[in-house]
């Protein structure tokens, strides 16, 4: 895909506010001390944790999701491209590349404006902030593989946050900023997110998902910085533990953000890369619930519902 000039004269969004309370949570949440207040508050809804875990184990179960769950638990990742729906995928490549044919006019449109090295795409999809659950991006995030491997990962039903269609583009002669720095996710304690590639990504010009498996990353469990640069990264552990996601078009792949170090999106001239993003967490979230990011439409189980918090 050709880089596309998305250059307009729009004023930069200006950031929410963040109360004091959620700015003080955040900075807890970084460290050990997270674990306390995910215990404490999960000690305060046993039943309901108990009836997520029945719901979980009516989901069918195979031995490549478990050995896949597993893997997750290990090594904070896992390549999931052969155990996922593959129709599925297409329907999400085809809301994709929908959507990247009107570039310029959804640029236009888009709420999450901060980051300059990429657009996100569904802003027009989402009705008072929230996605039907029959849109192809929630049903992919829903598929009893992708549950089944995260939940038993979890030891819990998981809790779907959001899904996100992102494109990333060249910034030439800018620094390096947000995620295109090393950093973990805060959203929780556990943090899995789901991603299919909806373009090749051959080599470290299409700006793979780039992080560092769970292990090499534990020195940086407790840090408060938010992103680091490349040098603060290699002076723990070295250039070796990096692994980058060079991968074809709809390989799919799970990460557990909050363990493993990770950063993307170093797009080089003349490329670009298409992501698919579903992020998990598990219930019940350490930071107050946000406004519903999903609206019933059709029927849905008593699983689903669940999952989206419906």
């Known amino acids: 895909m050709t880089a596309i000039d998305t250059t307009t ?35 305060l809804q046993l039943p309901a944790r108990a009836k997520r875990i029945e719901l979980l184990n009516r989901l069918p179960s195979k031995p490549e999701w478990s050995e896949a769950s597993r893997k997750l638990a290990a090594d904070g990742y896992v390549d999931v491209s052969e155990l996922v729906d593959r129709s599925l995928a297409e329907a999400v490549a085809a809301v994709g590349e929908a959507k990247v044919s009107r570039l310029n006019e959804l640029t236009d449109k888009q709420q999450l404006g901060h980051k300059s090295f990429w657009v996100s795409l569904l802003d027009e999809d989402l009705v008072n902030g929230a996605f039907a659950t029959d849109h192809p991006f929630v049903r992919y995030a829903l598929q009893p593989a992708a549950l089944r491997i995260i939940g038993d990962f979890m030891h819990d039903l998981p809790q779907l946050s959001d899904v996100l269609l992102t494109l990333s583009q060249p910034t030439p002669n800018q620094a390096l900023s947000y995620s295109q720095l090393w950093h973990l996710d805060h959203d929780d304690k556990r943090v899995c997110k789901l991603f299919i590639y909806l373009t090749d990504v051959r080599d470290t010009a299409d700006g793979p998902f780039t992080f560092i498996p769970a292990g090499p990353s534990r020195p940086f469990r407790n840090t408060l910085k938010s992103h680091m640069s490349d040098a603060q990264v290699f002076a723990k552990t070295g250039p070796d533990a990096v692994k980058e996601m060079i991968a074809p078009r709809l390989s799919s792949f799970i990460v557990n953000t909050a363990r493993c170090l990770h950063m993307g999106s170093r797009i080089q001239s003349d490329h670009n890369r298409l992501l698919y993003t579903a992020t998990y967490i598990q219930q019940p979230r350490i930071f107050p619930e946000p406004p519903p990011r999903f609206r019933a439409a ?11 918090r419906l």
Not at 298 to 308: C, K, P, S
């Open 9 to 43: 004269d729009r004023p930069a969004p200006s950031k929410p506010k963040v109360s004091q309370f959620r700015r003080l949570l955040w900075h807890v949440n970084r460290t050990d001390l997270g674990w306390a207040i995910k215990a404490a508050l999960t000690t």
């Open 298 to 308: 059709g029927a849905l189980t008593e699983l689903e519902r669940a999952v989206m």
